[in-house]
């Protein structure tokens, strides 16, 4: 419902619900629903204002070239994985990345997870089907279960509540990670030389850990304490998640009292995914009365009319860092449908934040039944996403990554060459496959050699 004031509305956190909302589970009772929804809106935010804010200056940067943004996490995150050794795991993998771009970039880079809250999916069917059976599709663990049981499949709302109640208390243990010395530099460098003492793959990288570590002594050498100085072993993590179910959304978009501005305090970013970023529909209009920095995934059905409409749409004010645009082209597509976009958007003069995503149009089926990805493709489409933007001038800002710490098996290729007959060794994926730790570095070290080469 818009307030009215005159004849212009204002957005409020209900607005979305005038509108079409694509990809929303049936909850099969609505009273139970409503009861969860009125709870939620009465517990702390999860974030808050301040930090979103901060975030989105830094966001502004990367807009600018003066920083590169990394984003990465679970595809879906699991209710099984909440242990602290599970979430510390995590953490460590991203920042090990972000340690190489640092250095290869030689600019700050902006750690963003897919964390603390990634728990709702959109799916390409509202049901499976096995033999006979036919349940609701899995939606991710904040609607119901992965097992393909009647019963564990039924959306219960109370699962809202623990998704909440897990980000929560994965927050709580990644601020302490991140300020407490967990983050520290010298060991995070410690844990990449690990990872390039121990394969063949890794070794290739030799080069660039060797000038890590030189600089590293250069610092020590010049008097900086590596021990002592803050930047050097606390960092600034952010989370986020893409906003799908907007009843939980709207319950935590709190009004600032600093501003009185609304911010959706679930996480400092949110995204609208692919299948639900219609122009008039419930997610857009959701998400562009919060003051948040937001993303907006763009596929390769997307043309330069409708991203300019979204540009409008979310960030009419052009405010910088406000809005990320996350490209998920496919490494065989990307090079005929990123390029009108990037300088229909350059033209029109709209700041955003590039980034690319290089796993969501890469996967497909093998013929054993793994939904899976190559490397070489994620690698392709990434370095066209930098080649594109060089031509265009334009910044490639950043790269928007699924990954996890176990060592799966789940995409093909990289440091330990899986291959199709690898893939039922370790898959464990609720929903997209993802790049295991090993494959992560391999990567961002990839990477880190596209940013020395410019
Ligand atoms: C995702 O990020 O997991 C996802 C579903 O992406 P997209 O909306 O780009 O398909
Ligand atoms: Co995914």
């Not at 204002?10 to 909850?27: F, L």
């Not at 000038?211 to 606390?234: K, N, V």
């Not at 958007?345 to 700041?351: I, S």
Request: charged fraction near 25%; glycine fraction near 8%; aromatic fraction near 8%.
């Amino acid at each position: 419902m818009h307030a009215t004031i005159g004849s212009v509305k204002t957005w409020v956190p209900t607005s979305w619900q005038e509108r079409p909302a694509a990809q929303q589970p049936e909850w099969p009772d609505p009273a139970a629903l409503e009861e969860v929804l009125k709870e939620l809106a009465h517990l702390p935010p999860l974030v808050f204002a301040g930090e979103t804010r901060t975030l989105k200056s830094s966001l502004a940067r990367v807009a600018e070239g003066g920083a590169f943004l990394l984003q990465a996490g679970d595809c879906a995150e699991s209710f099984n994985e909440s242990s602290a050794d599970s979430i510390r795991d995590r953490l460590k993998v991203i920042l090990q990345m972000a340690v190489v771009l640092t250095y290869a970039s030689g600019l700050p880079v902006v750690k963003l997870g897919r964390m603390a809250g990634q728990f709702a999916k959109p799916r390409s069917a509202a049901t499976e089907r096995v033999g006979d059976v036919e349940l609701p599709s899995f939606r991710g663990h904040a609607v119901n279960d992965a097992a393909f049981d009647a019963g564990r499949r039924r959306p219960d709302p109370q699962r809202m509540l623990r998704a909440y109640h897990q980000s929560a208390s994965s927050l709580n243990l990644i601020r302490a990670l991140t300020k407490g010395g967990f983050a520290d530099l010298n060991k995070i460098h410690v844990w990449n030389q690990e990872f390039v003492a121990a394969s063949r793959q890794g070794r290739r990288y030799e080069a660039l850990a060797r000038q890590i570590e030189r600089s590293l002594q250069f610092m020590a050498a010049c008097g900086i304490d590596l021990h002592g100085d803050r930047a050097l072993h606390e960092v600034d993590f952010y989370v986020s998640h893409e906003a799908l179910l907007l009843g939980f959304e709207q319950a935590l978009t709190r009004q600032d009292s600093l501003t009185g501005d609304w911010y959706d305090c679930s996480a400092h970013l949110l995204w609208v995914g692919e299948r639900t970023r219609q122009l008039d529909g419930a997610h857009i209009e959701f998400l562009s009365g919060v003051h948040n920095p937001i993303g907006c995934k763009l596929g390769p059905g997307a043309t330069p009319d409708e991203v300019l409409a979204l540009c409008e749409r979310l960030n009419p004010d052009n405010e910088p860092g406000r809005l990320t645009l996350i490209t998920r082209m496919g490494a065989k597509r990307i090079e005929e449908r990123l390029p009108p976009l990037v300088s229909a958007v350059k033209e029109a003069g709209a700041g955003v934040v590039w980034t690319c995503d290089p796993m969501h149009a890469n996967t497909f089926m093998t013929p054993n039944g793994f939904k899976t990805r190559r490397l070489e493709d994620v690698f392709a489409e990434i370095r066209s996403f930098f080649t594109i933007h060089h031509a265009e001038g334009t910044v490639p800002g950043g790269v928007h990554l699924e990954l996890t710490h176990e060592n799966v098996t789940e995409c093909l290729g990289g440091a330990e060459e899986i291959f199709d007959v690898d893939l039922a060794n370790r898959y464990e994926a609720l929903c997209d496959p993802r790049l295991n730790a090993r494959q992560s570095l391999d990567l961002a070290f990839q990477i880190g050699e596209m940013l020395q080469t410019g």
